[in-house]
């Protein structure tokens, strides 16, 4: 009369956990003698035969066990690392394909494929897999230990196949872009950063108001504005009421991040509150601050010449941003695409740096820059000295006069939804 098989599959389980292994194989042979296609019992005698280095015994075992058992994708890539073992590379591939057949998403048969074919020297197909691989646990906190070292090891391997696709782009695509203005070379080469996994596309995201269908344009053209002239002739006069502002004013130098307690700070903990990053307001969510405006008249005249975004509420602003030494203001988005942010350079050490989306520039003295602050940004300073800019909002100017009226009717009624009990 046969052995019950449930009391025999669990207790060879038992025992596998709690480390008896002789006993485990034991009850698993027993298993088999009840029932010679149990998909476990061949599993686990071929583990157990691979761990003892019986190669033959192992792979025959899990052999058995992936036909009875064929959408198992952990008895698969079981079988491929005893072939791999063995020197078979093809046998290895193949069940490896067999683990992903089963499950495309399989962690450990993305990693294993990747790394055979890596040792095939078939670095390009490797890293497309690795890629793959990265798509699975994109947050390497999440990575399994048992993979990581391989998976640093891909994500280097991924890099290093998308620099050189990216350099080969570049010599194939280089009389072509010479055709180009400046503008249209830096959005086809940042083409070539996402097809190589260089960069990730950057879309406009709004935390107040979207304005749908405006492209997402990191840095505008100073050319296409007219009052720019005016703005960059008065920098001298900037800077000076900006260093008397410091020195006779330094209260009215505030923290940028200031979020009340209970509020959630997300990628501002850091600088909440903080004074390394800090701002002489002259605007502020649509008002004038006059005690700055009357203390700094030749700025004032400066942005008098400005088409200043005007959304109740919301805009313009203006204001002298300090940002301190070894300081990074994170990678955030602004509040509506309807308005670009401008910037004035008005200290600007060495290495300080600004990033929209994929373009990265430098500040310049007395140079604008202007840009759309609902592309995900950030700035750096990573010099010794201070770095401070003026800071101030305009339309922009893909909006119509009469789309400007919108929006400033769709923020009004916003707000007085809000109010309403």
Not at 85 to 112: H, M, N, Q, T, W
Request: net charge negative; hydrophobic share 45%; charged share 20%.
């Amino acid at each position: 009369m046969s052995e019950p098989l449930p009391g025999l599959v669990q207790a060879a389980a038992a025992a596998a956990q709690q480390g008896r292994w002789a006993e485990a194989e034991q009850l698993w042979r027993r298993v088999l003698a009840v029932d010679p296609r149990h998909p476990q019992a061949l599993y686990s005698l071929g583990v157990h035969a691979f761990k003892r280095g019986q190669l033959a015994e192992a792979q025959a075992m899990l052999q058995a066990a992936h036909a009875a058992a064929p959408r198992e994708p952990a008895v698969a890539i079981s079988l491929a690392m005893v072939l791999r073992e063995a020197g078979d590379a093809a046998g290895e591939l193949r069940a490896i394909e067999a683990s992903l057949v089963a499950d495309p998403y399989f962690l450990p048969a993305l990693v294993a494929k990747a790394a055979c074919l890596q040792r095939l020297g078939k670095l390009r197909a490797a890293a497309d897999v690795y890629r793959n691989a990265l798509k699975v646990v994109p947050n390497e906190s999440q990575w399994p230990p048992p993979l990581r070292a391989q998976l640093l090891e891909g994500r280097a391997l991924v890099e290093k196949v998308g620099r050189e696709m990216e350099a080969f782009l570049a010599e194939r695509l280089g009389t072509r872009a010479a055709a180009l203005s400046p503008a249209e070379a830096e959005r086809w080469r940042e083409a070539g950063a996402i097809m190589t996994g260089q960069s990730a596309p950057y879309p406009s995201v709004c935390s107040r108001l979207q304005v749908p269908r405006l492209p997402a344009i990191p840095f505008f053209d100073r050319a296409g504005f007219d009052w720019v002239p005016e703005v960059e002739s008065r920098t001298e006069a900037i800077i000076a009421e900006m260093r008397a502002a410091m020195t006779e004013d330094a209260t009215g130098f505030r923290p940028y991040i200031a979020y009340e307690a209970g509020v959630p700070v997300n990628q501002w903990q850091e600088l909440n509150h903080s004074k390394r990053w800090s701002s002489y307001f002259l605007w502020q969510h649509g008002q004038p601050i006059a005690e700055h405006l009357a203390r700094c008249p030749e700025t004032a005249r400066a942005l008098e010449a400005v088409d200043m975004a005007d959304i109740g509420g919301l805009c313009p602003n203006a204001m002298f941003s300090a940002l301190a030494p070894h300081t990074r203001i994170p990678p955030h988005h602004g509040e509506t695409n309807a308005r670009l942010v401008v910037h004035l350079p008005l200290v600007v050490p060495d290495h300080c740096l600004y990033r929209v989306g994929y373009e990265r520039r430098r500040w310049t003295v007395g140079e604008l820059l202007i840009f759309d602050d609902s592309i995900e940004h950030e700035a750096r300073n990573d010099s010794d000295e201070l770095r401070v800019v003026l800071i101030f909002d305009i339309w922009n100017p893909l909006l119509s006069p009469a789309e400007r009226e919108m929006m400033r009717a769709l923020s009004a009624a916003s707000a007085e939804f809000q109010l309403q009990a």
